[in-house]
């Protein structure tokens, strides 16, 4: 039998880094999309790095540039 609990990394979170935290809320807006899709993504593991609270989640703003620029994409250039 396998175990498919995911393996939640130790990382440290400083005071200050809890201060600038996002809630899924302010993820959203950020990135303009639904809570739904955030959710999605957690479930997928294919989101930005999240903190667990409690029962709440947030995100360090470092995670979530770290994850866009993951996606970046540079386009071809024309050949001249």
Same mark, same amino acid.
């Given at each position: ?23 899924? &809320?302010?993820?959203?807006?950020? !990135?303009?999309?639904?809570?739904? $899709?955030?959710?999605?993504?957690? @479930? ?17 703003? &470092?995670?979530?540039?770290?994850? !866009?620029?993951?996606?970046?994409? $540079?386009?071809?250039?024309?050949? @001249?």
């Amino acid at each position: 039998m396998t175990d498919n609990t995911p393996q939640r990394a130790a990382i440290t979170v400083t005071a200050h880094a809890v201060r600038n935290l996002m809630t899924t &809320d302010q993820l959203c807006e950020f !990135l303009q999309v639904s809570p739904r $899709t955030v959710a999605t993504w957690r @479930a997928q593991h294919a989101g930005p790095a999240y903190v667990r609270l409690g029962n709440s989640v947030r995100y360090r703003p &470092d995670d979530v540039d770290a994850w !866009l620029s993951r996606g970046l994409v $540079t386009p071809l250039r024309d050949a @001249a």
